[in-house]
């Protein structure tokens, strides 16, 4: 899973800002390596007779005033592909910037919503359904489409937070009493690891996300698939481990929709056990983490809101274990 | 003096000497030790282990694994010998019907050497 400002995902905001970096790192480099051999030949060759006022005006005003305006045209042209997500070839925006074109080259298409909402120590994921009905309702995992605009409506419902897929685009906060916005597009499919870039409490480096880039039709079908609610289960040991969600009280902080449980101050498991990871990007997903989690949270999370009093037998936290891994 | 020191060092090396090796130290037949501490991290074992070497694996739902060398049983059910200790951590449920320790998927490379990593913590 990648995780890296220096290694953007392609056709994305993060390659844009890679993009800028390398210039303004580069174009610095040079003018330093420049500025210090006049210094070096004018220590050289003192005495010999110069042009004062060419070296003043030239090196003094009209190399600065025509670099930096370069690069503040530059950098609005970079600022305008950010926003209107979609494209990495800076050269081309800036010539449809300032080149008298009408609008910039944006996809055609609606950009997808998703809402994230910022949480002491996870992240809520809230799909907004093509026709309009209820949210789907998921946590710390984002799934998008690749070569589709992606608009994240940013949230909070406690402190600050930040929210940062370093290979997918700059880093947004999250404000309580407010709502901020990110574009997010990509043309590569894959996994991204996303954190919180704002200290939020305690676990704070313990909270992350995975960002899954996959085809349009592959992402059709997942969300379709995410959208539908489970029912109990049939088998007698995931049954089992159904009846120990109830009776451990699990469903006064947890939704499984299709059944009765219906708590909202925890994730929505539905479909927990189709995720890449647990306890928002900590654990990879499966039946040993899943027990150890449940068993022991403030163990491996210390201060979180989850209790670990569930107080179930052996049988009970594997059956349990194995039939929430099996909420694909 | 320098005959005092050498004899001082010579009868610290003999004390030292001294120290019972144990008898008996359980040892995994064709185990990678450091294979074993890896996939010790992969598998995130330390979400219920307490596992000396295993970065971040400091969970108390099971019991710490410090020390496994000097456990007398597994699971305060059987010897701790290699044989058994692999199967153990192959598929707990099917030798202690009542363990909270779920049949985590690995392979049986995975758990000799696992075995071979947990029989180096003395």
């Not at chain 1, 949210?135 to 995992?141: F, I, S, T, Y």
Request: glycine share 10%; proline share 6%; net charge negative.
């Amino acid at each position: 899973m990648r995780q890296s400002a220096l290694h953007p995902a392609a056709n994305s905001g993060a390659a844009l800002i890679d993009q800028l970096g390398s210039v303004l790192y580069v174009g610095a480099a040079l003018i330093f390596v420049l500025v210090m051999t006049l210094a070096i030949v004018g220590v050289v060759a003192k005495g010999r007779d110069v042009a004062v006022k060419h070296w003043v005006i030239g090196g003094g005003l009209i190399f600065p005033s025509v670099t930096l305006t370069a690069l503040l045209l530059y950098s609005l042209a970079v600022g305008n592909g950010l926003s209107s997500i979609g494209t990495t070839n800076a050269l081309q925006l800036f010539l449809d910037c300032f080149g008298g074109r009408e609008s910039l080259p944006i996809s055609m298409d609606q950009p997808l919503k998703i809402h994230v909402v910022g949480k002491q120590w996870w992240w809520e994921v809230r799909y907004e359904q093509p026709n309009g009905g209820e949210h789907v309702v998921l946590a710390n995992e984002i799934r998008i489409p690749v070569d589709r605009p992606v608009e994240l409506v940013l949230s909070t419902t406690d402190v600050i937070h930040s929210f940062w897929v370093p290979s997918l685009a700059g880093k947004v906060d999250m404000i309580p009493g407010r709502t901020t916005r990110l574009r997010v597009q990509t043309s590569e499919v894959g996994k991204f690891r996303g954190i919180c870039a704002e200290y939020c409490g305690g676990q704070h480096a313990l909270m992350a996300f995975v960002v899954v880039t996959q085809s349009p039709t592959a992402f059709a079908s997942w969300l379709q698939l995410q959208s539908q609610p489970t029912s109990a289960p049939s088998d007698a040991t995931m049954r089992v481990g159904y009846d120990a969600f109830f009776s451990a009280k699990c469903h006064t902080c947890h939704t499984i929709r299709g059944t009765p449980a219906n708590g909202t101050d925890g994730p929505d498991l539905t479909h927990v056990g189709g995720r890449a990871m647990l306890a928002a990007g900590i654990l990879d997903n499966h039946i040993g983490t899943m027990a150890g989690w449940i068993a022991g949270p403030q163990d491996i999370k210390p201060g979180n809101k989850m209790p670990d009093d569930a107080a179930l037998t052996g049988v009970e936290l594997r059956a349990l274990s194995a039939w929430l891994g099996s909420l694909e | 003096m320098k005959s005092i020191q050498l004899t001082l060092l010579a009868s610290a090396l003999f004390i030292a000497a001294c120290v019972p090796e144990r008898d008996f130290r359980p040892h995994v037949q064709g185990g990678d030790a450091e294979r074993g501490r890896v996939a010790l991290k992969e598998l995130e074992c330390g979400a219920c282990h307490v596992i000396p070497g295993v970065g971040g694996a400091h969970s108390n739902v099971g019991p710490p694994l410090e020390n496994y060398s000097r456990h007398s049983y597994i699971a305060g059910k059987w010897p701790n010998e290699p044989e058994r200790l692999i199967a153990w951590i192959l598929d707990p449920p099917a030798m202690a019907p009542l363990t909270a320790m779920p049949k985590v998927a690995m392979s049986e490379r995975d758990a000799r050497d696992i075995a071979a990593y947990l029989y180096e913590l003395d």
